[in-house]
Nanobody, 115 residues
Framework: QVQLVESGGGLVQAGESLRLSCEAS????????MGWYRQAPGKQRELVAV???????IHANFVKGRFTISRDNAKNTVYLQMNSLKPEDTAVYYC?????????WGQGTQVTVSS
């Protein structure tokens, strides 16, 4: 069983920054991909960014150049640095981890961007 605990969400104005953190209860080396997804009201959950066990990253087109996913192996933590936030980035952000055939989710953290 893998537990993921997110933190760092909040209310900011357009153009500001936030950094989300996701701490895993296991050594991240034992996991496959880790990523961030988001879900806005009335919309489906969508992929924001992924970091593989090898350190490669993939970012959704709508966040390229603004968001960056990274990982601190010593802290078993994955981060999402979000810059130049827009009102359309408002959503609940979820951390995800894959281990073998299993996928695990955090409880989510709310990000609200006001105009």
């Amino acid at each position: 069983q893998v537990q993921l605990v997110e933190s760092g969400g909040g209310l900011v104005q357009a153009g500001e920054s936030l950094r989300l953190s996701c701490e895993a209860s296991v050594n991240v080396f034992s996991l496959n991909d880790m990523g961030w997804y988001r879900q806005a009201p009335g919309k489906q959950r969508e992929l924001v960014a992924v970091i593989t066990s090898g350190g490669s990253t993939i970012h959704a087109n709508f966040v390229k150049g603004r968001f960056t996913i990274s990982r601190d192996n010593a802290k078993n933590t994955v981060y999402l640095q979000m810059n130049s936030l827009k009102p359309e980035d408002t959503a609940v952000y979820y951390c995800n981890a894959k281990k073998g055939i299993y996928a695990y989710w955090g409880q989510g953290t709310q990000v609200t961007v006001s105009s």
